[in-house]
């Protein structure tokens, strides 16, 4: 019997909602000219991590949680590509990504161990 109740409860997923708010907190200072490139790309690689949780929580089987669990990983691993793209433009290069470098890593570690799990039994 799993104490999982809802995917709001697992904290990969709360910890991918706080990642949310990070990264539109820093993207508001982004430079106009970013809004419908760097920031929009962000901001929907960021959203897509906690949205493919929940999504692949109503999945009907281990297989195919697994599947979506997969697509957060990869869009963990698209912003980690967007922020080392920030931190090298001239006009985004000044903000401190370090907080949220830190929860993608985090964020990462936890989907791989869930995907392991649900894939190779408990």
């Known amino acids: 019997m799993s104490l999982v109740?809802?995917?709001k409860?697992?904290?990969?997923?709360?910890?991918?909602?706080?990642?949310?708010?990070?990264v539109y907190k820093i993207t508001?200072?982004?430079p106009r000219e970013e809004l419908y490139s760097l920031t929009s790309q962000m901001r929907r690689s960021v959203i897509s991590i906690p949205s493919n949780i929940?999504?692949?929580s109503g999945r009907g089987t281990r297989r195919?949680?697994?599947?979506?669990?997969?697509?957060?990983?990869?869009?963990?691993?698209?912003?980690?590509?967007?922020?080392?793209i920030?931190?090298?433009l001239p006009k985004t290069k000044i903000f401190i990504y370090?907080?949220?470098?830190?929860?993608?890593?985090?964020?990462?570690?936890?989907?791989?161990?869930?995907?392991?799990?649900?894939?190779?039994g408990f």
């Open 5 to 7: 109740k809802s995917y």
């Open 54 to 56: 929940a999504e692949g």
């Open 98 to 120: 370090q907080k949220i470098e830190d929860d993608l890593a985090e964020i990462s570690k936890m989907l791989k161990a869930i995907i392991n799990k649900l894939l190779n």
């Open 28 to 30: 508001e200072s982004f």
């Open 64 to 84: 195919d949680y697994a599947q979506f669990l997969r697509m957060s990983l990869g869009s963990c691993n698209e912003l980690s590509t967007q922020v080392e």
């Open 9 to 22: 409860d697992l904290i990969v997923w709360q910890k991918a909602l706080d990642l949310v708010v990070e």
């Open 86 to 88: 920030a931190k090298r």
